[in-house]
């Protein structure tokens, strides 16, 4: 069984230009979160999406920042006019649904995100 | 709001040395509470999971209580090995909260033979 799968690993942007990290969930799982882990810093929850819904949007940024889990496909983190502040390990996680709390989430490789 | 606290790292131990990192955390509601590892390089494994008070989890020599009177949940292990070098999350996970993870700050292990 297949764990979850992302991509690209590595992605270099130069400001202005867009990052699009792409999420694919471990078979059998309908629900999604992206985390952003800052160098030296612990992961901080971004989004949780359900199949074409976002649930709980929390902890996205106003502006640049958008989500989706599409029907067919996998789930997308899009950050439009990058700056340097944005370079971080963007995470994805998904997990089968279960119980709220009980609910056990896996990660993903992570997605490296540098901004020139 | 929910938030957990970790002992501040880095920490250096010998091999077959006793480890302990502490964590505590508040929370709204009775949480589950989870310990994470990340090894270089790559993304967070789970390690163990309670989900109720005095629970114990447990996995490859690991182990954490779930500690309601004392809002902890401090990972162990009698004897680690240099393979053990990792930064190793604790995390919670509220009731009401829609299922967002809340993390420690992390604690980085270095195991040295």
């Given amino acids: 069984n297949a764990g979850v799968m992302q991509n690209p690993r590595h992605l270099v942007r130069r400001r202005g230009q867009e990052a699009r990290l792409r999420c694919s969930p471990m078979k059998g799982h309908s629900h999604v979160y992206w985390y952003r882990q800052l160098p030296e810093e612990g992961l901080k929850f971004m989004v949780y999406l359900q199949k074409e819904n976002i649930i709980d949007e929390s902890g996205m940024p106003k502006e640049r920042f958008s989500a989706e889990f599409p029907k067919e496909g996998p789930s997308i983190l899009r950050i439009q006019q990058v700056v340097r502040g944005d370079s971080a390990a963007y995470f994805c996680a998904s997990s089968p649904g279960g119980t709220p709390g009980v609910d056990t989430q896996y990660f993903g490789p992570g997605t490296r995100l540098t901004v020139l | ?113």
């Fill in chain 2, 1 to 113: 709001g929910n938030s957990v606290t970790q002992m501040e790292g880095p920490v250096t131990l010998s091999e077959e040395a006793f480890l302990t990192i502490n964590c505590t955390y508040t929370a709204t509601g009775y949480p589950s509470l989870f310990w994470y590892v990340q090894y270089p390089g790559e993304g967070l494994q789970l390690l163990l999971k309670a989900t109720k008070a005095d629970d114990k989890g447990s996995n490859k020599g690991f182990e954490a209580t779930y500690r309601k009177e004392t809002t902890s949940f401090h990972l162990e292990k009698g004897s680690v090995q240099v393979s053990d070098s990792a930064v190793y999350f604790c995390a919670l996970s509220a009731l009401g909260s829609a299922r967002q993870l809340t993390f420690g700050s992390g604690t980085q292990l270095t195991v040295l033979p």
